[in-house]
């Protein structure tokens, strides 16, 4: 036979819809609505009413009871009801006085009585009573379905999450970055290894020589020509971890923070070491003091000289210092001064070399097809690496177009090269406008002599 369909909602429930719909966070109100729906057998309607109830009150006792019961669940016994399941049901039992007797007996029970569960004629058995839900179960069941919903985050091998443990800064492992990796530049890898690599990988020669690893090493040139890479390829080379360091890695609002910070980067290089730390946009984290007017930053500044020096002798063996910076003529004369950051090297726009290697490095996977590489150097010369990158890119989009605009795909050639070199203007001149006057008016002692040969050789000088 068809099952019955529920019975329509009485003139009482319609009333009370009407209620609830004006009321909606009344949730007596809801319970009492779904408490009729449940009754006229209308439960999905009713599971609906107290899922609606819950959320404005996740916590009423009342409303959990109901959604079990409109739900078809067994409920849970209450305290009441376990203190009285030992007494007999009247209906199903045919000698209720004999379920009585046990509880009213005021004789204390026997070993033997105690030893075996009593069990009286009429009394529901274990397996009888409704089973209460076994949630530590459920979860077990779910455990790596589910998700959590809060993620922990990972104590550090001493067990406590200060920011100043080494997990607070991310230090990559020794990469397979090398100096051969280095398109051209040849004149600044062997600088490199003269100035820094070879005292590193010959202890003994440097024992005989007397030769100190104190120091470090400032790298500056106009953006975008690859420092950055030049020291992940020397911590390449000496198979040291890296530890990039940024202005907003240290500077904190707070009084005391930044110097902290800069000390507890030091400390996480010192143990991960051999490490290289590389402090990027060195003007802003070492700016001169003379011109910062913020305490906080001169004390930055004079927290970063004491872990250059390393106060303690051997605290900085095995941590190699590199930096860099576009305007060397910002930084702190302090930090140039010798057994800090000592040596200086010039990164200067890529040479034919490297920009070949860097063409070939962004043309890789695109679709190019019979591309001049050789006309393509000579006319990207004095342009940088991001703006070589930049004419792939221009060169790239305008093939897309043209297949879009014809439905046939076309491959980038050296016409599209060619004409987007012609419209990228170096971003390396005005750099070199600035660094023209420091050449001019500010190379005391020689410190910037090999910038006076470049602009020279450039005849930009």
């Known amino acids: 036979m068809p099952e019955e369909s529920p019975a329509p909602e009485s003139p009482l429930i319609h009333s009370l819809r009407t209620a609830v719909a004006a009321a909606p966070g009344d949730v007596p109100l809801r319970l009492h609505l779904a408490e009729l729906l449940l009754s006229a057998g209308l439960h999905d309607a009713a599971v609906t009413e107290v899922a609606t109830a819950l959320q404005h009150a996740p916590g009423d006792g009342a409303a959990r009871e109901l959604m079990v019961r409109a739900m078809g669940m067994p409920a849970a016994p209450t305290p009441a009801a376990r203190n009285t399941s030992t007494v007999a049901d009247p209906v199903s039992s045919p000698e209720p006085a004999a379920s009585a007797e046990p509880a009213a007996s005021p004789e204390p029970a026997t ?42 985050p990972p104590l550090s091998a001493s067990g406590s999450g200060d920011p ?21 530049m040849q004149e600044v890898k062997d600088r490199l290894e003269a100035a820094f690599l070879a005292p590193m990988r010959n202890p003994e020669l440097r024992k005989l020589y007397g030769k100190s690893l104190r120091g470090g090493l400032l790298l500056y040139g106009p953006p975008g020509c690859g420092k950055t890479f030049i020291a992940r390829a020397v911590a390449g080379e000496l198979g040291a971890s890296f530890l990039s360091v940024s202005v907003n890695d240290v500077l904190d609002m707070w009084m005391g923070n930044s110097e902290r910070n800069m000390h507890e980067i030091f400390e996480t290089a ?20 003379s011109r910062t007017q913020h305490s906080g930053m001169r004390n930055t500044v004079n927290q970063l000289l004491t872990e250059l020096d390393g106060i303690h002798s ?40 490297a920009r070949e290697a860097i063409l070939r490095y962004h043309l890789r996977e695109r679709p190019i097809e019979a591309v001049d590489l050789g006309r393509l150097v000579k006319a990207t010369d004095g342009l940088s690496g991001a703006d070589l990158a930049h004419v792939c890119e221009s060169a790239a989009e305008s093939a897309l177009l043209d297949s879009v605009r014809t439905g046939l795909i076309r491959m980038i050639g050296t016409k599209d090269l060619l004409e987007a070199a012609k419209s990228v203007v170096p971003s390396t001149e005005p750099w070199f406008a600035a660094a023209r006057n420091v050449a001019m008016f500010a190379n005391e002692g020689g410190m910037y002599d090999d910038l006076v040969t470049y602009l020279k050789k450039r005849r930009k000088l």
């Open 164 to 184: 100043g443990d080494a997990a607070a800064w991310e230090v990559s492992a020794p990469g397979v970055v090398r100096l051969a990796d280095v398109g051209g």
């Open 270 to 289: 010192r143990r991960q070491a051999p490490c290289v730390v590389f402090l990027d946009e060195l003007d802003a984290l070492g700016a001169k003091r």
């Open 314 to 353: 051997a605290a900085n063996e095995g941590v190699f210092v590199l930096a860099a910076t576009n305007v060397p003529w910002d930084v702190d004369i302090a930090l140039r001064r010798p057994g800090r950051l000592d040596r200086t090297l010039l990164v200067l726009p890529p040479d034919a070399t």
């Open 111 to 152: 070993s033997a009585e105690s030893a075996a569960p009593a069990d009286p004629v009429g009394a529901p058995d274990e397996s009888s009573r409704p089973a209460r839900f076994d949630w530590r179960a459920a979860e077990q069941e779910v455990d790596g379905i589910v998700e959590p919903r809060f993620v922990e």
